[in-house]
């Protein structure tokens, strides 16, 4: 789960959490914010009970983002622990949910957050959930910001993606949806908003841009308040899971079989090498 703060991100995950436990499939959930005060859901990992998010900021004296990017560093030098606890679990859950910091940055930017969801993703079917604040989407400007970060997440973890449009009980996310459908509409949209005109020609064009992308978005309209648009959220996992398996999958393989060929290459090369030195210096005598 990736969103911008104040996005409804964990309220989200409880949300989630609520639903699949009416459904008895309880989820397995770790809590990878360090600086959260608490959280509405029992998380079964948490990075708090390893790494404490203030006193790394007083240690290595650092602001509120550093210290919360130490933290997860730290936290991740532990990874093979947390995979091995989470794959002891595998057998007892269908679903393990990861709620990440609200400052998005960190953890889709950093080394840190690459390696835990490249670790998770060679090990099992992986899904990134992006969640959108509808309401503050709802002005074009915002809207595009939202949707430039959200498909910079994608081809920066390119993991199967799925856009969540939260807090539908207050404003629908229809809007959006014609938006992404029809340029025209954008357009129109665009124009009415005075006070961003000096805006309107990059924004224009970056919606040129998109096009694409939103072609093959898994969009859904959720409200973490209400439950409002949970079975459909659920019908685009289980369509992401599906891509992991025949798109992300092979591909990894291919990785892989690739990495293992240029290193059976270069250790080849280096035999090679060490014939040759040997084959020189055969006969010769060697000074004591």
């Known amino acids: 789960m990736i969103g911008m703060a104040g996005s409804g991100k964990t309220t989200l995950m409880q949300r989630i959490n609520a639903y699949l436990h009416e459904r008895k499939s309880p989820p397995y959930i770790v809590n990878l914010d360090p600086a959260v005060s608490k959280v509405p859901f029992q998380a079964n990992i948490d990075i708090r009970d390893t790494v404490d998010y203030k006193q790394v900021m007083k240690e290595y004296n650092l602001g509120p983002n550093g210290g919360i990017l130490t933290s997860l560093n730290l936290f991740t030098t532990k990874l093979d622990q947390v995979m091995e606890i989470v794959d ?64 910079s997440i994608l081809y920066k973890t390119q993991l199967p993606f799925v856009l969540a449009f939260n807090k539908t009980d207050v404003v629908s996310h229809e809007f ?84 293992q060929a240029a290193e059976r290459e270069q250790k080849a090369d280096q035999l090679k090498q060490l014939m040759r030195d040997l084959s020189v210096t055969e006969g010769k005598e060697v000074d004591l």
């Not at 002891?88 to 998005?104: S, V």
């Not at 930017?109 to 899904?127: C, K």
């Not at 992006?130 to 970060?149: G, Q």
């Not at 992308?213 to 599906?242: C, H, P, W």
Request: proline residues 3%; negative net charge; contains cysteine.
């Open 88 to 151: 002891k679990r595998a057998g007892d859950h269908r679903y393990f949910l990861y709620d990440t910091p609200g400052q998005i940055e960190i953890f889709t930017w950093s080394a840190s957050g690459a390696i835990i969801s490249n670790t998770l993703a060679a090990t099992r079917p992986t899904v990134v959930v992006y969640v959108v604040d509808t309401p503050r989407t709802a002005s074009p400007a915002t809207f595009m910001s939202n949707m430039m970060y959200a498909c």
């Open 176 to 259: 959006a949806l014609r938006w992404m459908e029809d340029f025209e509409q954008f357009q129109q949209a665009l124009m009415r908003q005075e006070e961003e005109r000096f805006m309107n020609s990059l924004i224009h064009s970056m919606s040129l841009v998109l096009d694409e992308f939103y072609n093959n978005l898994r969009v859904v309209g959720v409200s973490a308040m209400t439950g409002q648009g949970m079975d459909e959220f659920f019908v685009k996992i289980k369509e992401a899971v599906t891509e992991y398996h025949e798109e992300f999958k092979p591909n990894l393989q291919r990785q892989i079989e690739q990495k």
